[in-house]
């Protein structure tokens, strides 16, 4: 089983940043693929970012340029890095962990970014 665990949401005004953090838990594999997605109220869950284990990376066309994820394979942590925050970047995170044809989720965290 694996368990993921967010971290680093919060209320941000615009232009500013914030890290979130997913910590992975129980048999992981180095080669899956994990990655954020985002779902804001009234809307479909989106993907915001993908890191493979070899470290390829995918974002979303809203958010290139301004986010950055990363991993840490040997803390089974990934990261996503928000600069130049926007009030339509506001929204629910969410971390997801794609292993042997197997989708996890985390809990989610809330990203508020308002003056």
């Known amino acids: 089983q694996v368990q993921l665990v967010e971290s680093g949401g919060g209320l941000v005004q615009p232009g500013g940043s914030l890290r979130l953090s997913c910590a992975a838990s129980?048999?992981?594999?180095?080669?899956?693929?994990m990655g954020w997605y985002r779902q804001a109220p009234g809307k479909q869950r989106e993907r915001v970012a993908v890191?493979?284990?070899?470290?390829?990376?995918n974002y979303a066309n809203s958010v290139k340029g301004r986010f950055t994820i990363s991993r840490d394979n040997a803390k089974s942590t990934v990261y996503l890095q928000m600069n130049s925050l926007k009030p339509e970047d506001t929204a629910v995170y969410y971390c997801?962990?794609?292993?042997?044809?197997?989708?996890?989720w985390g809990q989610g965290t809330q990203v508020t970014v308002s003056s």
């Open positions: 997801n962990l794609v292993q042997r044809g197997d989708y996890y």
């Open positions: 129980g048999s992981i594999f180095s080669l899956n693929a």
């Open positions: 890191i493979l284990g070899g470290g390829i990376t």
